[in-house]
């Protein structure tokens, strides 16, 4: 499975953007796109990468980290193997790298370890 994130840029505070990760290939265990759990992630420089958001393979379920809780959203569109990040009200502590990345099983995690495939990173800059 390939993981390609788009979307990253600079805003001014209180904007928004919307992240995209787009899913190739087929992994090695034949498993669909709508079987794996989706999840982003962020590094911010000199701070160690935390955990965004989560959303479970149908869509249904989600969890989010506290800082972004009511500000980010999650959701995915399995017809297209896209998974998105809807990021509103942005603040300059939400500046980082952003990557997205794929685990197998409908099992939410915000654990890094438990996420296989990992995208490149879209690099996301909010001023204030």
């Known amino acids: 499975v390939q993981l390609q994130a788009s979307g990253g840029g600079l805003v001014q505070a209180g904007g928004s953007l919307r992240l995209s990760c787009a899913a190739s290939?087929?992994?090695?265990?034949?498993?669909?796109?709508?079987?794996?759990?989706m999840g982003w992630f962020r590094q911010a420089p000199g701070k160690e990468q935390e955990f965004v958001a989560s959303?479970?393979?149908?869509?249904?379920?989600?969890i989010y980290a506290d800082s972004v809780k009511g500000r980010f959203t999650i959701s995915r569109d399995n017809a297209k193997k896209t998974v998105y990040l809807q990021m509103n009200s942005l603040k300059p502590e939400d500046t980082a790298v952003y990557y997205c990345?794929?685990?197998?099983?409908?099992?939410?995690?915000?654990?890094?370890?438990?996420?296989?495939?990992w995208g490149q990173g879209t690099e996301v800059t909010v001023s204030s």
């Open positions: 290939g087929r992994a090695a265990s034949g498993r669909t796109f709508s079987s794996w759990g």
């Open positions: 990345a794929a685990r197998s099983g409908t099992v939410l995690s915000t654990s890094k370890n438990d996420y296989l495939y």
């Open positions: 959303v479970s393979g149908s869509g249904g379920r989600t």
